[in-house]
């Protein structure tokens, strides 16, 4: 037991004093490259002072996480969580960049080729409306909401992309684990096919409670440090070394991220 706190310390330091000499760095780079935060005009006064501040941050931490994991701590359940978080990290860098260049250009360029082949003829140009229809009814469903475009990945994109990540997720979840879960009080209940609904429901939600926070002064941190905490206590708990030491890779990197 000494043995695995004395190991599970060591990642938490070893992350954190990583992160801290790479921040620095980091931070220059996305400086160089005019990773910036763009202001939005309609929130208070004193948030015009954060005008220029690097965007794109958070994802040191995770790439923290996945090296040395993926060099330490390499097991089966582990090497689910950095797939996992390596992909939500990998849409949160692209929204950014894409927060700073915009997709326009990226979406003229598409268009300028797809527009002179599917206007050939009356009967193309009905296909491609047709085909089009579910992805048009899919955005309008999110714009019926109140969803505003307002630079980055759109809410849809975003939504599609969690949820190919949270099938694919939860398919090697029932490879590894089946589709039993456990309920206090109740025991094991084998959910069968539903078992994936409930893991894509589950990881959208988590996922966006995260984006909601994200840009708040280090809330979305703080509250992910408490968290990761609370996961690393478990994990020593339950005698899940490998996960209590994957929790502690994240807290140790979250605390740079929180100075920085």
């Known amino acids: 037991m000494m043995d695995s706190m004395v190991k599970i310390l060591g990642f938490l330091l070893l992350s954190t004093l990583l992160t801290s000499v790479l921040y620095p760095v980091f931070i220059n780079f996305l400086y160089r490259l005019q990773i910036r935060e763009p202001i939005n005009p309609d929130v208070p006064r004193t948030h015009f002072a954060k005008q220029g501040t690097p965007t794109a941050a958070g994802f040191l931490p995770i790439l923290v996480f996945v090296v040395l994991n993926l060099l330490f701590n390499r097991t089966g359940e582990v090497v689910m969580l950095i797939a996992v978080s390596g992909a939500i990290g990998f849409l949160g860098l692209l929204e950014d960049f894409f927060k700073i260049y915009h997709q326009s250009k990226l979406q003229k360029t598409v268009r300028a080729k797809i ?18 229809f579910p992805w048009n009814a899919f955005k309008e469903v999110f714009r019926a909401l109140g969803s505003q475009h307002v630079g980055g990945i759109a809410t849809y994109q975003k939504i599609l992309f969690q949820t190919a990540v949270a099938v694919v997720f939860s398919f090697l979840l029932i490879a590894r684990f089946g589709t039993i879960v456990w309920l ?7 959910l069968g096919i539903f078992f994936i609904p409930l893991v894509l429901f589950l990881f959208v939600f988590f996922v966006n409670s995260i984006s909601i926070t994200d840009g708040l002064d280090g809330l979305v941190g703080g509250l992910l440090a408490i968290g990761f905490t609370a996961l690393l206590a478990l994990g020593v708990i339950l005698g899940r070394s490998d996960l209590a030491l994957a929790a502690a890779t994240l807290v140790g990197g979250l605390i740079p991220f929180l100075y920085f």
């Open 115 to 132: 527009v002179p082949i599917v206007t050939l003829s009356d009967i193309s140009w009905n296909i491609y409306k047709i085909l089009l």
């Open 184 to 190: 206090p009080f109740l025991g094991g209940l084998d």
